[in-house]
């Protein structure tokens, strides 16, 4: 789905909470949105949410470290699952699941690995220490459809360079999210980064041979 190229990261929301924040969130216009497994509460915000907004969202888990969490991420409701590694174990159970692999990647090494493994996105994690011209680099080597999302010291303000260098995307943790914000907040922090995300958009190159590129 994914109307824009952007994850929402919910560290710590407990079930109580999800199903307002992923209606603002949804209504913000971003309808990718994972829940951490490594806080308690993860699986039932999980379906909470896939209740609330599951025909209008791309709903997932992050931090899934096993075939096991996989099968439990299924079991929830989930259609997305995104590790912190790159663990073939992982993506596998996640293609016989029938759900979307998302693996964490740190070098072209692990990324080709990933992507010949099966999977259907890359994590980029943590971008901070690989920075944009890391991304640029590893252009030259991965394959051109391969699509990553840079996540890991990620704000609004760092979307323009990341897409320049080939960033397909964004994973956004606390800022969209903290455990205690209210509905209320993330909405007004969503609107904000769904502004500056379109504008960095739109303000990129046409592709050559697109009907708004130069000829």
Same mark, same amino acid.
């Given at each position: 789905?994914?109307?824009?190229?952007? *994850?929402?990261?919910?560290?710590?929301?407990?079930?109580?909470?999800?199903? @307002?924040?992923?209606?603002?969130?949804?209504?913000? #216009?971003?309808?990718?949105?994972?829940?951490?497994?490594?806080?308690?509460?993860?699986?039932?915000?999980?379906?909470?949410?896939?209740? *609330?907004?599951?025909?209008?969202?791309?709903?997932?888990?992050?931090?899934?470290l096993?075939?096991?969490?996989?099968?439990?991420?299924?079991?929830? !409701?989930?259609?997305? *699952?995104?590790?912190?590694?790159?663990?073939?174990?992982?993506?596998?159970?996640?293609?016989?699941?029938?759900?979307m692999?998302?693996?964490?990647?740190?070098?072209?090494?692990? /990324?080709?690995?990933?992507?010949?493994?099966?999977?259907?996105?890359?994590?980029l994690?943590?971008?901070?220490?690989? !920075?944009p011209?890391?991304?640029?680099?590893?252009?030259?080597?991965?394959?051109?459809? @391969?699509?990553?999302?840079? *996540?890991? #010291?990620?704000?609004? #303000?760092?979307?323009?360079?990341?897409? @320049?260098? !080939?960033? /397909?995307?964004?994973?956004l943790?606390?800022?969209?999210?903290?455990?205690?914000?209210? /509905?209320?907040?993330?909405?007004?922090?969503?609107?904000?980064?769904?502004?500056?995300?379109?504008?960095?958009?739109?303000?990129?190159?046409?592709?050559?041979?697109?009907?708004?590129?130069p000829?």
């Open positions: 789905m994914m109307r824009r190229p952007l *994850v929402a990261i919910l560290r710590g929301l407990s079930p109580v909470e999800a199903p @307002a924040v992923a209606r603002a969130l949804v209504a913000a #216009g971003i309808d990718t949105i994972e829940v951490p497994l490594n806080r308690p509460g993860a699986l039932e915000a999980l379906a909470e949410m896939v209740r *609330v907004v599951g025909t209008k969202a791309t709903l997932g888990a992050g931090t899934v096993s075939p096991d969490e996989v099968r439990a991420v299924k079991a929830a !409701g989930g259609q997305l *699952v995104v590790s912190p590694d790159m663990n073939p174990e992982v993506i596998a159970a996640s293609r016989a699941a029938g759900l692999s998302c693996p964490g990647v740190a070098t072209p090494t692990e /990324a080709l690995a990933a992507l010949r493994a099966g999977a259907d996105m890359l994590k994690f943590p971008a901070f220490q690989i !920075g011209a890391g991304l640029a680099a590893w252009r030259a080597v991965l394959p051109p459809g @391969a699509k990553v999302l840079a *996540v890991g #010291g990620i704000g609004p #303000g760092d979307f323009a360079p990341w897409l @320049a260098a !080939g960033a /397909a995307g964004f994973g943790g606390s800022h969209l999210y903290k455990p205690g914000n209210s /509905a209320e907040q993330v909405a007004e922090k969503a609107a904000k980064i769904v502004s500056a995300l379109d504008a960095a958009l739109a303000a990129l190159p046409a592709a050559p041979g697109s009907p708004s590129a000829r």
